[in-house]
């Protein structure tokens, strides 16, 4: 008897089967792995004069040498939990500490970067307490290291300068050092960058060292570490200012550059262990997005045919150039400082003056043409939109704000950011709709989505150029806004494609880019 062949709805129901039960079993395994390394350690969540710590303890240790872990501009303790994980496990008492404005700290950083003065006194004071307490803890001993990354590194210094007989050795990551900041007379400095970095970077570290800054070479230590007056300088392999916080040659120099300095008996199982966390972190969200593929199949159909102004590209490169180039001409030379979370009033502008120029030019195409709205769909269609964008909205924030909060950075947000974010989703949404929009639709240029958001990173590139001192910061997120736009995309067009309307994947992407800024960029003011 032949049976007969499967209908394409049974083999595409099979398939979205299949592809979700590989997308769990991915995110299963690498949430078994992220936990193996934390399993032997006592991890401990408290708070210390108002700034929010993390203790690792190493198992069954009395008396351990302490390192004090700090992170970078609009990071969080969690951002350094591999790096204390590796510590911990060879028998150090890491603890991590949130800066004033960064991660679960309420306590507002300061509003003027180019503040020196009061942005190292605000972060100083919570270095001396995160030290303070780390030192008073039951399963301290004798011996202080400190380490950090990027914005972290001349406050540690300083300290670092301050109690000489104290810090027996600091490991600097990536670090920023100001003009003012003592190199001289510090035990012990190893200082790692990435090697995507630019060479820049490191010349302010050149200068603590013996010999003249062009003779200075990689992996080669200058002086004894037992004496105190050690300096090395190493390069992580094929990693940039992020990255490198990741890369196991980092945790590698940093863990021999303590053992030289603050030696200690690590259990014999964990010798030799660095934590890996990269490869787990990308099967872990790449599990995560690759389940929201079969789940959009989930979502009610809102618009058939497909809604969307559906523009080749030769009238679509017009619509979306305009709004690219005239914003940041536009912004130039308005004020900054309206919302109390740093950057986010620039960037949410940004959004919102890119978003209505395309509005508006999407409103005088349909005058001309009467094409760009065609779609008219019945009432109740509009409860099934809502309900798609809930949905798809709700599994962009959570299925990846949890163990990004777990394993990344902060991104459960206190009450002084949530009453922010409304007014960045107000800016997000009006570019992603107008994107969306713009780019959907039957017969749309092939590629048009994903050309728009390159044409917005271009825009926010010529925004940085034109005011290079107000926005210099956001050279750095932008790599993480291009993965961003590239993750969340795919779930806009999976949405798309399951709804029909453009406005469905839209309300996701800016409601989770809203979430993003909302709870990642230093809070400046309570």
Known sequence: MIRPKPTSRTFNRLAGAATALVALAAIGLSLWMLGADTRPLDIRHTQAQGVPLTVFAPPGAESAPVAVIGHGFAGSRQMMQPLAITLARHGYLAVTFDFPGHGGNARPFVPDLSDETERRARLRRALDAAVAHARNLPQAGAGLALLGHSMAGDILLDYAGDHPRQVAASVLVSPYISEDTRLEGLSNLLFVFGELEPAALRRPALAAFPVAPEAVRPGVTYGDPRQGDARRLAVAPDVEHIGVLYAGAMQEEALSWLQAALPVSAPAQTAGHVTHWGPWLGLLFGGILLLARPLSALLPRVASPPAGAGLPWRRLLPLAGIPALLTPLLLWPVPLGGLPLLLSDYLALHFAVYGAITWLLLMAWQRRTGTVFPYRGPRRNGGRLLVAALAAGLYAIFAFGLPIHVFVTGYLPGAERLA???????????????????????????????????????????????????????????????????????????????????????????????????????????
Do not use: N, Q
């Not at 974010?421 to 713009?438: C, E, N, Q, R, Y």
């Open 420 to 526: 922010v974010m409304p007014l960045i989703l107000a800016g997000t949404l009006l570019f992603f709709t107008a994107d969306a929009w713009l780019t959907r639709g039957a017969g749309a240029a092939p590629w048009g989505y994903a050309g728009t958001k390159v044409l917005l990173l271009i825009s926010l590139m010529v925004a940085v150029a034109l005011r290079l001192e107000d926005l210099f910061f956001l050279v750095i997120i932008l790599p993480a806004m291009a993965v961003f736009l590239l993750v969340y995309g795919l779930i806009d067009r999976w949405t798309w494609r399951a709804t029909g309307h453009p406005l469905a994947g839209a309300f996701a992407v800016a409601l989770a880019l809203a979430w993003g800024m909302g709870v990642t960029f230093p809070l400046v003011s309570g």
